[in-house]
Every structure is written in C-alpha cells, then in structure tokens.
C-alpha cells in the first residue's frame, strides 16, 4: 500500500466517490451525499462504521458526505411522536428489529 492509501474491507469508497463526482456539477447546484446503512451488531458493523468515519474525515467537508444508521434515522424522526404513540414505536421497534432509544 502507498503512502496516504486507505484501503477499505467493508466500504466501497469508490463507489461512494464516484456518485460524489458525479452530483459534483455545475448544473446540480449544492448537494449532499447521505451514506445510509444497517447497523447489526457484530465484529464487521463496527469496523464497517470505523471504515465510515475514517471516510468522512478523509473526504471532509468537500462532499458534504453524511452518513447514519438506520437505527439512528428512526430514532430521530420519531422521538418526537409523543405517548400517544408509543403502541406505534412499539410496532416499528418489532417490525423492523430496531432498539429505539427513549
């Protein structure tokens, strides 16, 4: 490995670039690029979120590149659904296997 190369087991990074380039056009205007994954406890989702990190922090701000769990993506949009929800929460949590934080 070169100097400066990162190799990455579990992110395809290239992958990930190279959607970055590609909305990186004049005709796109400002952009964002999300990185959405399952997280499911193990040895491989842990490295696979260092991998994550270590992307970001390579790739700074330049992209704009953002990246979140499922699980962290259902717990934000409904934290704030309130009591009357909680038989729903309930059911989403079941239904998708999904440890919501209160």
């Not at 100097?3 to 959607?19: D, I, M, S």
């Not at 260092?50 to 701000?61: H, L, R, T």
């Not at 259902?74 to 079941?94: I, P, R, V, W």
């Amino acid at each position: 490995m070169r100097r400066g190369e990162t190799k990455f087991r579990y992110l395809n990074a290239a992958q990930l670039l190279k959607h970055g380039l590609g909305l990186a056009q004049p005709s796109v205007g400002q952009f964002s690029l999300f990185y959405l994954w399952y997280y499911v406890p193990s040895d491989e989702a842990t490295q696979h979120g260092n991998e994550v990190k270590e992307f970001a922090d390579a790739i700074g701000a330049e992209l704009d590149f953002r990246a979140i769990t499922y699980q962290d993506l259902f717990h934000s949009a409904l934290h704030d659904l309130g009591a009357e929800n909680a038989a729903y929460k309930c059911y989403l949590q079941e239904r998708y296997s999904l440890a919501l934080r209160d």
